[in-house]
């Protein structure tokens, strides 16, 4: 008999947005994004951080003030876009952990993004955001929050000769 609690194509693939928004450097705000084709296969993955070559030590991270990082962090979704190295995105799928925003949204339909599944939504009302779902509607592009049957999930590196 086979195992009957495993993940969902959906929850594993939101997982490797989860787990990639962990190498964000962001104090305050952690996203990942993850590109799958239509067969189900990853095509790239991103998250929220300073551009190559940009020193995380020495670029800004505060959300106020004169400096803020807001001019200089590449969000995971375009990062995912731009890490898939000029790969087809026509027809894929993106997992987000937070629904895109208006700059992202126009990467997401010039790359051929045909759907983004989305946890939170957490900035519904603010102008970027509506420009963005406007846009993204306009385009043809299917939004999608997701609700997983599964709250966590946990990644145990212990070697199974040390249980």
């Known amino acids: 008999m086979k195992r009957t609690d495993y993940i969902n194509w959906d929850e594993y693939f939101m997982g490797i947005a989860m787990l990639a928004a962990k190498r964000s450097k962001d104090p305050s705000t952690q996203v990942g994004a993850c590109i799958v084709s239509q067969d189900n296969i990853i095509i790239s993955t991103g998250y929220n951080g300073m551009p190559k070559g940009c020193s995380d030590d020495e670029f ?12 200089y962090v590449v969000h995971a979704e375009l990062n995912a876009i731009l890490n898939a190295n000029g790969r087809d ?25 045909k759907e983004v ?46 249980k």
């Open 60 to 71: 800004p991270w505060d959300r106020t003030g004169e400096q803020t990082k807001y001019p």
């Open 89 to 113: 995105l026509r027809g894929s799928r993106l997992y987000v952990a937070l629904f895109p925003c208006n700059e992202c949204a126009k990467a997401i339909i010039q790359s051929g993004v």
């Open 117 to 162: 599944l989305y946890l939170s939504d957490k900035y519904a009302t603010t102008p970027a955001t509506l420009a963005s779902k406007r846009m993204l509607a306009a385009a043809g592009v299917k939004t999608t929050q997701l609700r997983p049957g599964v709250r966590s999930i946990t990644l145990d590196f212990t070697p199974d000769e040390e």
